[in-house]
T-cell receptor, first 116, second 114 residues
Framework: GAGVSQSPSNKVTEKGKDVELRCDPISGHTALYWYRQRLGQGLEFLIYFQGNSAPDKSGLPSDRFSAERTGESVSTLTIQRTQQEDSAVYLC??????????????FGDGTRLSIL | AQKITQTQPGMFVQEKEAVTLDCTYDTSDQSYGLFWYKQPSSGEMIFLIYQGSYDEQNATEGRYSLNFQKARKSANLVISASQLGDSAMYFCAMRENTGNQFYFGTGTSLTVIP
């Protein structure tokens, strides 16, 4: 597609439920990032994928968070046993080549997650 | 230590005036890239401008320019001739040559006053 696509755009769920967020990067972009943005805050790095290399999971806040990516395609971010503090916008970004400094990230519109 | 510091939580500017949004960074890498993004109230993140650490000239993109002062580790964004549509959050970010992450600041909320 023309841009990074995220789904769903909004998700409301009850505390304790599992949620799965999807990101479809720009075709040909080998690097994919997930961020969390709480209301009025900056971007909090969660996880990074680069091609078939092992992902950088250093930003995941707890073992309730996990993410998968198959090759250079779609990624899913899963949050298990959701808590109210998980409420945030989850942003996905992709970039063309992680090794090229000047390659910017291209962001999706985000998934707004609300935990009741 | 914070990698990216944006000290102005909120800024106001009169329409058609210029405004400078501050950004300082912290890195021990010699090679790094600096980025500015705009986030309107609709939520999307829009890439504005890039400056490489070895670039000798300050970057410019239309009404956006980057005042890069390497010795001071600052990369301020200058918006000239402000427009109402410039009202948004602005984030400064850095990517180091070593490592995979983009580091973002906490953002500056810009309001353009008619």
């Amino acid at each position: 597609g023309a841009g990074v696509s995220q789904s769903p755009s909004n998700k409301v769920t009850e505390k304790g439920k599992d949620v799965e967020l999807r990101c479809d990067p720009i075709s040909g972009h080998t690097a994919l990032y997930w961020y969390r943005q709480r209301l009025g805050q900056g971007l909090e790095f969660l996880i990074y994928f680069q091609g078939n290399s092992a992902p950088d999971k250093s930003g995941l806040p707890s073992d309730r968070f996990s993410a998968e990516r198959t090759g250079e395609s779609v990624s899913t971010l899963t949050i298990q046993r959701t808590q109210q503090e998980d409420s945030a916008v989850y942003l996905c970004a992709s970039s063309q080549r992680a090794g090229a400094l000047r390659q910017p990230q291209h962001f999706g519109d985000g998934t707004r997650l609300s935990i009741l | 230590a914070q990698k990216i510091t944006q000290t102005q939580p909120g800024m106001f500017v009169q329409e058609k005036e210029a405004v400078t949004l501050d950004c300082t960074y912290d890195t021990s890498d010699q090679s790094y890239g600096l980025f500015w993004y705009k986030q309107p109230s609709s939520g999307e993140m829009i890439f504005l401008i890039y400056q490489g650490s070895y670039d000798e000239q300050n970057a410019t993109e239309g009404r956006y320019s980057l005042n890069f002062q390497k010795a001071r580790k600052s990369a301020n964004l200058v918006i000239s001739a402000s427009q109402l549509g410039d009202s948004a959050m602005y984030f400064c970010a850095m990517r180091e040559n070593t490592g995979n992450q983009f580091y973002f600041g906490t953002g500056t909320s810009l309001t353009v006053i008619p």
